[in-house]
């Protein structure tokens, strides 16, 4: 018999749709119903204002989720079990507050968290060194380098001895450690007395902690890829990840050779293995490289050999892809009668898919080509066909509904007014998540690139009323920073 899911699986999975106001809710419901059944204090509500916090901390709430854990841990523990669960709660704590940047009370709470797991557990037993590795972490982002160390050390000594999968995460963060002190010693040991998907672990790790705005992370990242290779091959799907990752830092740091290096070298190894859709994404990304390094003529010829590769798989909505980002290359090119037949193709090809984000996409790269080129009419057309199916949140729909309206206003280049459309967005987001009766006008402008909120009430709110008001709103600034801050171009 399938067991159904809990509250927090089911909140998790909404998050993964990018329904965050429905995760919220679904949390803050069953907070209310443990609470009215245990009681405010009780160990079951400390438990769930620990999974509301996590929901919030996934949805970029740090501030709520940091308080849902002050609460959890304030609780008094009834048993084993439940004083496990406050352990937990307070590392968690910890890290939402390490990621506020709140480092001196996160240091407080994570030290504190490691005198209370020596304490229950020992200093032998894995559950302590759960403990140390954060610490270690963040007295690493603090610049306590050699403070770190020493920390780190015992984690990966302790999770070593037992034989714990997560000796991964510590040796990933020992190594991160280790290059920041600059000693020269060998970043990655001891990976050919590891299993496998331990030593992939590790690449995860690295990549995921990689700084994108610091040089010297390539370095480490460099290393990371050389030891793979060597461990478990060119072809191993962890290589070839990261070496994607040493592409896309190359990318941000400016190393746009560096960054063509290792595409090409992910491109070879799919070719090698006969992954033909990879190896059509890899061919994308090498040409987006090749045009921004200045190669226009090897950008334009990858293009024109990813069609290829499209045609030899035959799906609609990647010859699509290939052809949108094939016409605005041509267009930057200056090649314009060429770019046209591209981006109208690219459009018939997603007609053809079951892909509505596809069609979208084309028609709004479209319009916008039609529209700069003064055919205004043939740009409304398209331009309101592609935001007819796509989520209006959508970066390339933002960009669409606001060339849109450029062209209502008779403009050939140009958006309209961006601002105004994100704020109608953020506007048209919390509307839909309160009470008809509620609200009597509710301005949005954004200021200085943020959101500026003027709300007049039509009744004074219910004290639930005005919570979920508060709420509302932390949301839609979390999900509107998160998805929309930065408006890209269609392509």
């Excluded at 090897?298 to 016409?327: C, D, K, M």
């Excluded at 949005?444 to 004074?460: H, M, P, S, T």
């Amino acid at each position: 018999m399938t067991t159904p899911p809990t509250a927090v699986e089911v909140a998790f999975a909404l998050l993964r749709e990018g329904r965050m106001g429905d995760a919220e809710n679904l949390m803050t419901r069953e907070l209310q119903a443990v609470t009215d059944k245990h009681g405010h204090g009780s160990p079951e509500w400390a438990s769930a204002q620990c999974d509301l916090g996590n929901v919030l901390l996934n949805a970029d709430q740090l501030d709520r989720a940091i308080e849902c854990y002050r609460r959890a841990v304030s609780a008094t523990p009834r048993d084993h079990e439940s004083r496990k669960e406050q352990l937990t709660c307070r590392l968690n704590l910890g890290l939402a507050l390490r990621m506020a940047g709140r480092f001196d009370e996160a240091e407080t709470e994570l030290r504190l968290g490691v005198q209370e797991r020596l304490a229950f557990y020992g200093r032998e037993h894995a559950g302590y060194a759960f403990g140390l590795e954060p610490l270690a972490d963040l007295l690493r982002q603090r610049g306590d380098v050699a403070g770190a160390r020493q920390v780190v050390e015992e984690a990966v000594a302790n999770l070593w001895r037992n034989g714990h999968e997560r000796v991964a995460s510590a040796l990933a963060l020992r190594a991160a450690i280790v290059h920041a002190g600059g000693t020269g010693e060998p970043l990655f040991v001891g990976l050919d007395q590891l299993p496998d998907q331990v030593v992939e672990e590790i690449g995860r790790v690295v990549i995921q902690m990689l700084d994108h705005d610091d040089p010297a992370t390539r370095p480490l990242l460099t290393s990371l890829v050389a030891a793979l290779e060597e461990r478990l091959g060119i072809d191993h799907q962890a290589t070839l990840n990261a070496l994607s990752a040493l592409a896309n830092l190359g990318r941000d740091l400016g190393d746009q050779v560096g960054r063509v290096d290792a595409i090409e070298r992910v491109l070879a190894s799919y070719d090698r293995q006969g992954r033909q859709e990879e190896a059509l994404m890899a061919a994308l990304g090498l040409a987006v490289a090749q045009g921004e390094v200045g190669d226009a003529q090897a950008a334009l010829g990858t293009y024109a050999s990813s069609y290829a590769r499209a045609e030899r798989i035959g799906r609609p909505e990647l010859r699509s892809q290939v052809l949108r980002n094939w016409g605005l290359a041509l267009k930057e090119a200056g090649q314009v009668d060429l770019a046209e037949q591209r981006l109208t193709e690219a459009v018939n090809q997603a007609r053809r898919g079951a892909d509505h984000e596809m069609v979208g996409r084309a028609c709004i790269a479209l319009g916008l080509f039609l529209q700069h080129e003064a055919r205004l009419s043939e740009a409304r057309t398209v331009l309101e066909e592609g935001l007819a199916v796509m989520d209006p949140v959508h970066p390339d729909a933002i960009i669409g509904r606001s060339h849109l309206g450029a062209v209502l206003d008779g403009r050939t280049c140009g958006c309209g007014d961006m601002a105004g459309t994100i704020a109608d967005a953020f506007r048209g987001f919390v509307i839909t998540r309160l009470p008809a009766d509620l609200l009597d006008r509710l301005d949005v402008a954004i200021v200085d690139g943020d959101f500026k909120i003027d709300v007049a009430l039509r009744r004074e709110p219910t004290e639930s009323e005005l919570e979920r008001l508060n709420d509302v709103f932390q949301t839609a600034h979390a999900e509107f920073r998160r998805r929309i801050s930065e408006p890209r171009y269609a392509g």
